[in-house]
């Protein structure tokens, strides 16, 4: 073994789920040490009788105890493999370019898709933006920078950590500059023929929601005549719908008066007068335009996460079935309907199954047309499946 790393006991129970290779090993797994490894050092994984099981990295402060990266103990952890790591993920980008073109954004790392579980970056031109949402990750940042840097001759690499996720993990939130310089402005990027100014400096998470990129484009072109997008953001499915279907009209709503300021500057880029934008709570204003009567030929719903823990889903669903719910009634005869649910908590039968039931409640049939999930760069690895989370159904109510 090369070299010699502090153990961490894992109950013989456990054992079983380790060996399917899942790169979370949950505080309740572990034989607590009575001296604990320092907060974000290495360690291997053993049972009591000395069998090896993996490597990964260390951290007391989170419910998610180690994060394993390796299942082989030939090859010390090192700022080397994760370079090689990177290598693999971003050469996987480079043969669906190579075949489809170039991006002008793309996901380079999708964290556990990746074997590199709590490392996110996206590349937007000469840009880099990393999420961390594990604190193990931190010692390889100046690394991954220089990297990322040499490879794509980047301006600048930013660093994000979001609130929840630094409390979960034990960090301090960030929206820093690791190298080089932030864009000195808004960014510009094309989306099938869509052009889409983003702030890198301002934006929710990286910047802009890639996993939808392809279903945006697909869904827009069953979208028509008078069209509500719910939780637009940048206006992403309602520019889509503008440039690839047959819109007449499109009322866009979101909460965050900031997002909106960008979906129209978006709407202007792209000479897309159809689209008005409102903001208020996708509850409430679903609500008060079913007791107006108002109705609509096609709905897109594209929510926040509503389940980030195994405690929420009861709650998420029921959310889902309201949100759901309250777009069916809105929806005329043979009406569209683009849904999505980006938790991974709950899947894609029990959403399903959720929108079968608020189809019945309006005493109407929801024909499903296309199934979707995340866009070609955001692969999962199937032993860890829970991160298979975005569900994207484009669907009829009739």
Known sequence: MNPPYSPVYIRAEKANVLASRHPWVWDRSIIEPAIHPEPGSIVDLMLIDGTWIGRGIYN??????????????DAPLDEH????????????????????????????????????????????????????????VHRWLPAIARWLTQ????????????????????????????????????????????????????????GYYLDQRTNRYLAGQYLG??????????GGFALAACKHGDVEEVLAIDASTRALAQAAENAKLN?????KFLQGDCFEELDRLRKENQTFDSIVLDPPRLAGS??????????????????MQLLVPGGILVTCSCSGRVTREEFLGTLGACARRCGRAFQVIEQRGAD??????VACQDSEYLKCIIGRLV
């Not at 007391?60 to 180690?66: E, G, N, Y």
């Not at 170039?102 to 590349?123: F, H, K, P, Q, Y």
């Not at 000479?271 to 689209?275: G, L």
């Open 60 to 73: 007391p402060a989170s419910h998610i105890r180690v994060r394993v990266y390796q299942w082989s103990s």
């Open 81 to 136: 493999w994760v370079q090689q790591q990177l290598a693999l993920a971003c050469g996987l980008r480079d043969l669906w370019q190579r075949k489809h073109g170039e991006l002008d954004a793309v996901r380079l790392v999708n964290s556990e898709g990746d074997g590199l579980s709590g490392l996110v970056i996206e590349r937007f031109g000469k840009f880099a933006v990393i999420q961390v949402t594990a604190a193990g």
């Open 151 to 206: 490879r794509y001759a980047l301006e600048g690499v930013l660093l994000r950590i979001d609130d929840k996720i630094a409390e979960a993990e034990g960090m301090t939130s960030q929206r820093s500059l690791i190298t080089g310089h932030a864009p000195e402005g808004p960014l510009v990027i094309q989306e099938y023929g869509v052009q889409l100014q983003l702030d890198l400096e301002a934006g929710q998470k990286t």
């Open 225 to 234: 005549g008078r069209m509500l997008d719910v939780c637009t953001y940048l």
């Open 271 to 275: 000479n897309f007068e159809q689209i």
């Open 310 to 327: 195994r405690e929420h889903k009861s709650a998420a669903l029921r959310a889902y079935h309201r949100l759901n719910l309250l777009a």
């Open 376 to 381: 070609f760069d955001h692969p999962f690895e």
